[in-house]
Each structure stands twice: as C-alpha cells, then as structure tokens.
C-alpha cells in the first residue's frame, strides 16, 4: 500500500521520553504508518485505519487478560471475547 506521508506528522509515545529505541506513528485518511525513530529513512508499515484499530484493539485485550498496565478501554463486546488460549479466570 503506497501512501503520501510527505506531510504527515510523525509522533511517539510520550513513555519513550527522549530515547530513540521506539516506533514513531502517523496516520492520514488512508493509513495508519509506523517507522523506526533510529532508523527513519528504513522502511515504514502502512497499515489501512480498520487494521489498525483491530491491532490496537487485541493488543489492550492481551494487556487487559494478562493484568498488564495498559487502560482497559475497549470497545463494547471486545472485552467480552478472551483471546484463543486464555481464560478469564484469573487464580488468587
């Protein structure tokens, strides 16, 4: 998927502070890009905004099933389906 990013703002988390061992993200109306902030000429993931949301969505499911630290705002019904593998239940 090709896309124009000659215009697109480039951003990384605010976690990563003023390191530069992290992935930067910009999105336009198309698309969704990651690249490597070492390594910004090498080459950039585009990926279309419905693939990025499901992406997002099954990385805040894991975190959210596994006790991880990450917000546990999913939309309506995806907190409800545990990824394959993993149980709801969690031992004392």
């Known amino acids: 998927m090709r896309a124009d990013l000659s215009k697109a703002t ?9 390191g530069a061992s992290c ?3 910009a999105a336009t ?5 990651i690249r490597d902030t ?3 000429a ?8 419905d693939e990025w949301h499901a992406f997002i969505v099954t990385v805040k499911q894991a975190s959210c099933n596994l006790g991880g630290s990450l917000r546990c ?7 409800s389906t545990p ?10």
């Open 38 to 40: 070492k390594n910004r």
């Open 83 to 92: 990824l394959p593998g993993r149980s709801r239940a969690r031992g004392p």
């Open 10 to 18: 480039w951003r990384k988390s605010s976690f990563s502070g003023d």
């Open 23 to 25: 992935v930067e993200v």
């Open 73 to 79: 705002s999913l939309p309506p019904g995806a907190a």
């Open 42 to 49: 090498g080459g950039i993931l585009t990926f279309r905004p």
């Open 29 to 33: 109306k198309d698309v969704i890009a």
